[in-house]
């Protein structure tokens, strides 16, 4: 009822792994990650019907192999861990953004070129900041330079605090909280 893939690295070669998530059993390793392989191995499921549930990172041709052989339109289910990946790319993006800002409306100006360009040093360095959630614990003095990062830039600020409200979602017990 509920299948895992992924793809996996064995031998140096990129494979497709489909598991049993209710037993926790392998169910097949295959050789490499082609779609067609993969709709293939779902061709080889006596009762196709009976799968619910499919969780995969967001790779394309493996939800484009479940879409094409399974029966259901919603088996598909991102994992937690890749859908929180993007909330912290984006966030990443946006500080990479900020960089680049700051520097660009720094002109030629070589007094704020120079303090542009360690201000985005210091950001570069304290890039684990951005991708921390809330709730844990900062070592001294990094959790008020986060602050003061995200007040003087609101582009990181928006982006910090929905990858935030965003990852509050996976953590909520209640749909009507999340």
């Not at 289910?77 to 966030?91: C, E, G, P, T």
């Not at 900020?98 to 360009?117: C, H």
């Amino acid at each position: 009822k509920y299948l895992g893939i992924d793809d996996v690295w064995l031998g140096g070669k990129a494979r497709t792994v489909l598991v049993d998530l209710e037993s926790g059993k392998i169910i097949e390793l295959l050789e490499g990650q082609k779609k067609d392989d993969v709709k293939a191995l779902f061709k080889k499921i006596k009762n196709p019907e009976i799968i619910e549930v499919v969780c995969m990172d967001m790779a394309s041709h493996f939800a484009l192999s479940v879409r094409e052989s399974l029966p259901a339109d919603d088996v598909i289910i991102f994992d937690k861990w890749h859908v929180q990946r993007q909330a912290l790319d984006a966030v990443a993006k946006a500080r990479i953004y900020t960089q680049r800002y700051i520097k660009q409306t720094a002109g030629n100006d070589k007094a704020r070129l120079l303090s542009a360009e360690d201000i985005t040093i210091r950001m570069q360095k304290h890039r684990s900041l951005f991708l921390r959630r809330r709730h844990h614990a900062f070592a001294p003095g990094l959790e008020k330079l986060l602050h003061a990062y995200l007040e003087q830039y609101n582009g990181l600020s928006v982006a910090y605090n929905f990858k935030e409200r965003f990852c509050e979602i996976w953590g909520s017990q209640n749909a009507k909280v999340a």
